[in-house]
């Protein structure tokens, strides 16, 4: 069974986690409880199948709807237990379409493009036990759902994925839990290793956060424990793990007055060092990371601190692009 824990005494809203879960095996969760009847919310409970099925022993009856956040493998994974069970699954409307299809998934996420299809099918949908979800229902931002007098608001934080998002949970005296999903309140820090990615609506999001934080009494990331204290040294933390990854960049690309590729920047180890990655699937991580400092190319030109000097022909499976440094 996952651990349940209650957020706060006057609402009543769980944190549900897999203890000792693999990682990124699992997602924590929110567990929005109905206590007049069938109406509760669940978000994005991925767990191993044995927690999935002893949570739904306890709570399956009671659940009405169950949102999806992302498509990302470790959010969007083992939803279908959901769907078996009758409960109406929805998800933001520009990752729905990911849901639904594994080939629009490899298609839309570069994969298929980067020649990583099979790889990512095979080693990560596969491990995880991802299956679609054809009656998922897509969603847009600001949509909200009323249980027992608690709002459950979405959110739009993209930037991490298209319609990455975030809820905002009140109560009649306006008390305020705040999911930020996987905006990056973790070990890692901003992630954004996918072409469809974008930074510089990850910057936005990382500043309404920062708002949407403000008087909270918990807040509700998707890999760590609930924080209820130090909401302003996580959001700087935040971004000083970002800015770092920024400056890093922009220092390597100084060095290469010719020209520099985001390829460069893998071949140099500018975010992940490759011992310490999973070597089966280290095609995968060189893709996201190429990924992330094309992106970080990209705003650096958006700063004026660099120059696109070649522009590669689209759809790119790995970007081609080549900049140099202006500052």
Not at 263 to 287: A, M, N
Not at 301 to 310: F, P, T
């Amino acid at each position: 069974m996952p651990i349940m824990e209650r957020i706060h005494p006057s609402m009543p809203v769980y944190s549900v986690r897999q203890p000792n879960a693999p990682l990124f095996q699992a997602a924590n969760g929110i567990y929005v409880a109905d206590p007049a009847g069938d109406g509760g919310i669940l978000i994005d409970c991925i767990f191993q199948p044995p927690y999935i099925k002893s949570f739904l022993e306890v709570v399956g009856k009671k659940v009405g709807t169950y949102i999806a956040t992302h498509f990302h493998v470790d959010h969007s994974a083992k939803v279908h237990y959901y769907d078996s069970q009758g409960i109406d699954v929805v998800m933001p409307a520009k990752e729905v379409e990911y849901m639904r299809s594994a080939d629009f998934l490899l298609e839309h996420a570069g994969l298929r493009a980067g020649g990583l299809d099979d790889l990512f099918h095979d080693k990560v949908m596969r491990l995880f036990g991802w299956k679609p979800v054809v009656n998922a229902t897509g969603v847009s931002p600001g949509t909200a759902w009323n249980v027992g007098g608690i709002k459950v608001e979405m959110i739009g934080l993209p930037g991490h994925s298209p319609g990455h998002p975030g809820f905002t949970i009140t109560n009649g005296d306006n008390e305020k839990i705040v999911c930020p999903v996987d905006l990056g309140f973790d070990h890692f820090g901003p992630w954004f290793g996918f072409p469809n990615a974008s930074l510089p609506e990850y910057l936005e999001s990382m500043a309404r956060i920062s708002r949407e934080i403000d008087n909270a009494v918990a807040i509700l990331p998707s890999h760590e424990p609930v924080i209820k204290d130090g909401y302003e040294n996580l959001c700087n933390e935040m971004t000083r793990k970002l800015e770092g990854r920024i400056a890093a960049v922009q220092a390597l690309m100084d060095a290469f007055p010719k020209g520099f590729t985001a390829k460069d920047g893998v071949e140099r180890e500018v975010i992940y060092r490759k011992e310490k990655l999973l070597q089966p699937i280290l095609p995968l991580f060189l893709f996201w990371e190429t990924w992330m400092v094309e992106h970080i190319c990209k705003l650096l030109v958006d700063r004026n601190l660099a120059e696109e000097i070649y522009h590669a022909s689209d759809p790119p499976g790995f970007p081609g692009n080549v900049y140099r440094s202006t500052s």
